[in-house]
């Protein structure tokens, strides 16, 4: 089953999808400064390029583990791709994420641009992954 994963941002939508067995989450791209017209349209054609079966979006929790007003934006958008494009959307804790970004960025050594460029998409790399491991984990 092909997976995507989705780092939601207001301004930056970084996109994950997972290898054809859902083992390997593999940095896709990244959807900057989009309408939601646009954005819909952008995921309708890498689900049919890709053949994605389910959606698999972080959800920004406080470190408490209560929701907030980006859980609530981050639900909301799930919402608007389920009723768009009649698609699966789980959510993923993405508590842990920033942090394993930044780390793996800083072990790159990668300049500033290069890591804007791919935070996102780590990110979402990291969602799907994680995702994909807890479901293998619990079979």
């Known amino acids: 089953m092909r997976l ?3 780092d ?13 067995l859902g083992m390997l989450a593999h940095e896709y791209g990244v959807l900057i400064d989009q309408s939601d017209e646009n954005v819909i349209e952008a995921l309708r054609q890498i689900i049919l390029l890709e053949g994605i079966e389910r959606i698999v979006l972080g ?11 980006k ?3 981050a639900r909301d958008f799930g ?3 389920e009723n768009c494009l009649d698609i699966e ?5 993405e508590r842990w994420t920033t942090k394993l970004v930044d780390k793996t960025l800083r072990e790159m ?7 804007r460029d791919r935070k996102d998409m780590l990110a979402a790399k990291y ?3 994680s995702f994909m491991d807890r479901e293998r984990n619990t079979e």
Request: glycine content about 10%; proline content about 2%; overall charge negative.
């Open 79 to 81: 919402a608007m791709i």
């Open 4 to 6: 995507l994963g989705i």
């Open 127 to 129: 969602i799907l992954q």
């Open 71 to 73: 859980t609530q934006e």
């Open 109 to 115: 050594k990668i300049s500033q641009k290069q890591a």
């Open 8 to 20: 939601y941002g207001t301004k930056r939508i970084g996109i994950a999808i997972s290898d054809d």
């Open 59 to 69: 959800l920004p929790l406080h470190m408490s583990g209560e929701e907030g007003e």
């Open 89 to 93: 959307v789980v959510f993923e804790d």
